[in-house]
């Protein structure tokens, strides 16, 4: 697990480049390297190279990896390179002998020291089977089945330098196969290999979307670079954008609509950044990145397609040994390991196997719970039932909450105004599970992948009845309380009435955002983004591909990495997603119960109270904290929608807020704390106000990276 970036440039062929420090100046990744450093304490590296393509254009390429070291820690350094690069790239590529230069000698950097030539430099090395040329890699990931890739690919020649690491895997994977390589991985991984052979830089992000990464194209510069953060990449862009502005952009913060109201309907689970000039690479995509002195030339190529639903009759899965294989993979670790337990059935499932695993080699897994702040939504007691019952090693460890410190922290770490109120208590789990291990399995995907929510439940009601609950007028059921029956009910007819099924999912629905932003128009394009599938046909999938890469897991890489925690998924294994993408609804949910299938097999090895618990989700009580100010969130609040100008810059991208309808919403939350009679009296506003603070610290946070540096 590690943090990733770099920036690649071209010249055109007659331009006189100048000295490569200069065509990337160390500033530039002086700012990457910071806003990654979080992510791996255990070590750093730079590498550098300038090529020539046989048309005559120059490449600049530098990569930037700070390291948390989990597996081989003598030899898993990076970037790691292996090949030559001692040929004319036309030579290396099969060319006829050309006038073209040698290319300048790759340079490596370790833990700040000055840059060596690759030739002696101990972390570099050479495979006969690999042939000429070099390739380098930026790894932020596990690769689960490394250790079956590295015998495939010694039995067809290759000669690995490292003991075990998984990211040398990569490289002799890439001169191998290819782009086909991401086609043989399982595991979780953002990468960015670049290939001196064709002066290519590739990135690729795994499966499901576990690790992200994130592209930046500059124009004006015929530049490209990318992260782990988005946060650096906005810095980056900044200091260039100062340095040779873009002649037909505009120079304000945001992407174009309708980016920035997508994102500020949804709380950031959507696909497109609200970011000028910022792309993240979809789950299973890879992406080939050039830099072009007019239109930037990406194209996103999948390496993987979701399996149909099988309708037929369906052969008996062994459920039990595809969990148990995947969990096995995932045990692997050179540092301490454990495991997220909460009172739910997805973890709890996890650590049986987990332990089951372990024990068969004499040991016991380590479990974690945390004692959150508010009783109305600690499953520690739970989790300890479960641990006792599968007989690990159990902590309850304290919640060291901070809620408003930590949230502006987490916002202007990640750079985006992420509207997930859930990522506080992700964060304080990691940073008490970070204190005694530093790898951590969780239950991520379960409900995705089995159909936990109550949303895959209601689906078929819905597409059923979606006539008739279009007839329910706005606001007709109390709101005062979120989880009443009647709240749920009330989002149910929202979502029938604008035919808009992710609706469900929504902070704003379709009459609070055109009241906040006093505007429809565009947001009837954003409608349009949605609405290519409805989603109620097949919900499970369709959570699976949006909600789970863009909020879940985007939250849980912003908290783990936080405190440098690896987070590790099994549920989100590959034979795992593919088996249950492609099983019939009925099957995964009988009779409609959320996750059925995931619940029967549980009674196996869980107590039956664990099994039958009503999911609570992991969450915090947002609401009542903006009333009370606890942890100085009312504070924050007022602090940042009560001030001059709460969000800078925002109508710079079209984007007007209604301060009216803010203050109205903030009277209302109020008056939903309070006791009456009228079940009417007040609304609650807990994730809209919520959504609107972070997208005010994230404004603001904007407007500090334009002022001049003192």
Same mark, same amino acid.
């Given at each position: 697990?590690?943090?990733?970036?770099?920036?690649?440039?071209?010249?055109?062929?007659?331009?006189?480049?100048?000295?490569?420090?200069?065509?990337?100046?160390?500033?530039?990744?002086?700012?990457? *390297?910071?806003?990654?450093?979080?992510?791996?304490?255990?070590?750093?590296?730079?590498?550098?190279?300038?090529?020539?393509?046989? !048309?005559?254009?120059?490449? !600049?390429?530098?990569?930037?990896?700070?390291?948390? &070291?989990?597996?081989?820690?003598?030899?898993?350094?990076?970037?790691?390179?292996?090949?030559?690069?001692?040929?004319?790239?036309?030579?290396?590529?099969?060319?006829?002998?050309? &006038?073209?230069?040698?290319?300048?000698?790759?340079?490596?950097?370790?833990?700040?020291?000055?840059?060596?030539?690759?030739?002696?430099?101990?972390? @570099?090395?050479?495979?006969?089977?690999?042939?000429?040329?070099?390739?380098?890699?930026?790894?932020?990931?596990?690769?689960?089945?490394?250790?079956?890739?590295?015998?495939?690919?010694?039995?067809?020649?290759?000669?690995?330098?490292?003991? @075990?690491?998984?990211?040398?895997?990569?490289?002799?994977?890439?001169?191998?196969? %290819?782009?086909?390589?991401?086609?043989?991985?399982?595991?979780?991984?953002?990468?960015?290999?670049?290939?001196?052979?064709?002066?290519?830089?590739?990135?690729?992000?795994?499966?499901? %979307?576990?690790?992200?990464?994130?592209? #930046?194209?500059?124009?004006?510069?015929?530049?490209?670079?990318?992260?782990?953060?988005?946060?650096? #990449?906005?810095?980056?862009?900044?200091?260039?954008?100062? +340095?040779?502005?873009?002649?037909?952009?505009?120079?304000?913060?945001?992407?174009?609509?309708?980016?920035?109201?997508?994102?500020?309907?949804?709380?950031?689970?959507?696909?497109?950044?609200?970011?000028?000039?910022?792309?993240?690479?979809?789950?299973?995509?890879?992406?080939?990145?050039?830099?072009?002195?007019?239109?930037?030339?990406?194209?996103?190529?999948?390496?993987?397609?979701?399996?149909?639903?099988?309708?037929?009759?369906?052969?008996?899965?062994?459920?039990?040994?595809?969990?148990?294989?995947a969990i096995s993979e995932r045990l692997e670790?050179?540092?301490?390991?454990?495991?997220?337990?909460?009172?739910?059935? !997805?973890?709890?499932?996890?650590?049986?196997?987990?332990?089951?695993?372990?024990?068969?080699?004499?040991?016991?897994?380590?479990?974690?719970?945390?004692?959150?702040?508010?009783?109305?939504?600690? +499953?520690?007691?739970?989790?300890?039932?479960?641990?006792?019952?599968?007989?690990?090693?159990?902590?309850?460890?304290?919640?060291?909450?901070?809620?408003?410190?930590?949230?502006?922290? #987490?916002?202007?770490?990640?750079?985006?105004?992420?509207?997930?109120?859930?990522?506080?208590?992700?964060?304080?789990?990691?940073?008490?599970?970070?204190?005694?291990?530093?790898?951590?399995?969780?239950?991520?995907?379960?409900?995705?992948?089995?159909?936990?929510?109550?949303?895959?439940?209601?689906?078929?009601?819905?597409?059923?009845?979606?006539?008739? #609950?279009?007839?329910?007028?706005?606001?007709?059921?109390?709101?005062? *309380?979120?989880?009443?029956?009647?709240?749920?009910?009330?989002?149910?007819?929202?979502?029938?009435?604008?035919?808009?099924f992710h609706g469900l999912r929504e902070i704003?629905?379709?009459? *609070?955002?055109?009241?906040?932003?006093?505007?429809?128009?565009?947001?009837?394009?954003?409608?349009?983004?949605?609405?290519?599938?409805?989603?109620?046909?097949?919900?499970?999938?369709?959570?699976?591909?949006?909600?789970?890469?863009?909020?879940?897991?985007?939250?849980?890489?912003?908290?783990?990495?936080?405190?440098?925690?690896?987070?590790?998924?099994?549920?989100?294994?590959?034979?795992?997603?593919?088996?249950?993408? &492609?099983?019939?609804?009925?099957?995964?949910?009988?009779?409609?119960?959320?996750?059925?299938?995931?619940?029967?097999?549980?009674?196996?090895?869980?107590?039956?109270?664990?099994? *039958?618990?009503?999911?609570?989700?992991?969450?915090?009580?947002?609401?009542?904290?903006?009333?009370?100010?606890?942890?100085?969130?009312?504070?924050?609040?007022?602090?940042?929608?009560?001030?001059?100008?709460?969000?800078?810059?925002?109508?710079?991208?079209?984007?007007?807020?209604?301060?009216?309808?803010?203050?109205?919403?903030?009277?209302?939350?109020?008056?939903?704390?309070?006791?009456?009679?009228?079940?009417?009296?007040?609304?609650?506003?807990?994730?809209?106000?919520?959504?609107?603070?972070?997208?005010?610290?994230?404004?603001?946070?904007?407007?500090?990276?334009?002022?001049?540096?003192?």
């Amino acid at each position: 697990m590690c943090g990733i970036a770099g920036i690649l440039r071209t010249w055109q062929p007659g331009e006189a480049p100048p000295d490569p420090r200069d065509a990337i100046p160390e500033a530039w990744l002086d700012i990457l *390297d910071d806003s990654i450093k979080h992510r791996g304490p255990d070590g750093q590296g730079r590498f550098r190279q300038r090529t020539t393509r046989p !048309d005559g254009t120059t490449i !600049d390429v530098a990569l930037v990896h700070r390291r948390l &070291s989990i597996i081989d820690h003598a030899d898993g350094h990076q970037p790691m390179v292996i090949g030559n690069a001692a040929e004319p790239l036309a030579q290396a590529r099969g060319h006829a002998e050309t &006038s073209l230069p040698h290319p300048t000698p790759p340079l490596l950097s370790r833990e700040g020291h000055p840059y060596q030539p690759l030739p002696t430099h101990t972390d @570099h090395h050479t495979c006969p089977k690999c042939g000429p040329g070099l390739t380098a890699v930026a790894f932020n990931g596990c690769i689960y089945n490394h250790r079956e890739l590295r015998r495939e690919l010694e039995a067809a020649g290759h000669v690995f330098h490292t003991d @075990h690491s998984d990211t040398e895997v990569l490289l002799h994977g890439w001169r191998e196969w %290819g782009q086909g390589m991401f086609a043989h991985l399982d595991g979780m991984f953002a990468a960015a290999i670049f290939d001196s052979s064709d002066a290519s830089l590739t990135l690729a992000r795994d499966l499901a %979307g576990e690790k992200s990464i994130t592209s #930046l194209l500059h124009g004006g510069l015929s530049l490209g670079a990318f992260g782990s953060s988005v946060a650096g #990449l906005t810095r980056l862009f900044r200091l260039l954008d100062r +340095e040779s502005p873009l002649p037909v952009r505009n120079h304000g913060p945001y992407e174009a609509d309708p980016e920035v109201r997508g994102w500020l309907r949804t709380g950031g689970a959507t696909r497109f950044l609200p970011l000028m000039a910022l792309r993240d690479v979809p789950p299973a995509s890879f992406r080939r990145v050039h830099a072009a002195l007019t239109t930037p030339n990406e194209h996103d190529a999948v390496w993987w397609e979701p399996p149909e639903r099988d309708t037929g009759n369906l052969v008996s899965v062994d459920w039990p040994g595809l969990l148990a294989a995947a969990i096995s993979e995932r045990l692997e670790a050179d540092v301490p390991l454990g495991c997220f337990l909460s009172g739910g059935v !997805d973890s709890g499932l996890v650590a049986a196997f987990a332990q089951a695993g372990l024990s068969a080699h004499g040991e016991t897994l380590r479990t974690f719970s945390v004692r959150m702040p508010d009783p109305q939504y600690d +499953e520690s007691e739970a989790a300890s039932q479960t641990a006792r019952h599968l007989g690990t090693s159990h902590m309850t460890l304290e919640c060291e909450a901070e809620p408003a410190s930590d949230l502006v922290g #987490l916002i202007e770490q990640l750079g985006l105004p992420f509207g997930d109120s859930s990522l506080l208590p992700t964060a304080w789990v990691s940073r008490a599970t970070r204190q005694q291990v530093r790898v951590a399995l969780a239950g991520d995907g379960g409900d995705e992948l089995f159909g936990g929510y109550q949303r895959h439940a209601i689906a078929p009601f819905y597409q059923r009845w979606r006539w008739l #609950l279009a007839q329910i007028p706005p606001h007709a059921f109390p709101s005062t *309380d979120p989880k009443a029956r009647s709240a749920k009910l009330g989002r149910l007819a929202e979502a029938a009435r604008s035919r808009h099924f992710h609706g469900l999912r929504e902070i704003f629905d379709q009459r *609070d955002f055109e009241r906040l932003t006093r505007a429809s128009l565009v947001d009837n394009r954003v409608r349009e983004f949605w609405d290519w599938r409805s989603g109620a046909e097949d919900p499970l999938r369709d959570d699976f591909g949006t909600y789970l890469p863009w909020d879940l897991l985007r939250k849980s890489d912003t908290a783990s990495m936080s405190v440098a925690l690896e987070v590790r998924s099994p549920l989100l294994s590959r034979t795992v997603i593919e088996q249950a993408l &492609s099983t019939p609804i009925p099957t995964l949910m009988p009779n409609g119960q959320r996750k059925g299938l995931l619940r029967t097999l549980a009674r196996r090895y869980l107590p039956p109270d664990i099994v *039958d618990r009503p999911k609570m989700g992991f969450a915090i009580p947002i609401g009542e904290w903006f009333r009370t100010d606890y942890g100085g969130m009312r504070q924050l609040l007022y602090d940042h929608l009560e001030s001059t100008d709460p969000f800078p810059g925002l109508a710079d991208a079209g984007v007007e807020i209604n301060m009216d309808f803010v203050r109205r919403m903030l009277r209302e939350h109020d008056a939903a704390g309070e006791r009456s009679i009228n079940p009417w009296h007040g609304r609650d506003h807990s994730q809209r106000l919520y959504m609107l603070v972070v997208l005010s610290i994230w404004c603001k946070w904007l407007t500090t990276l334009t002022e001049p540096r003192a």
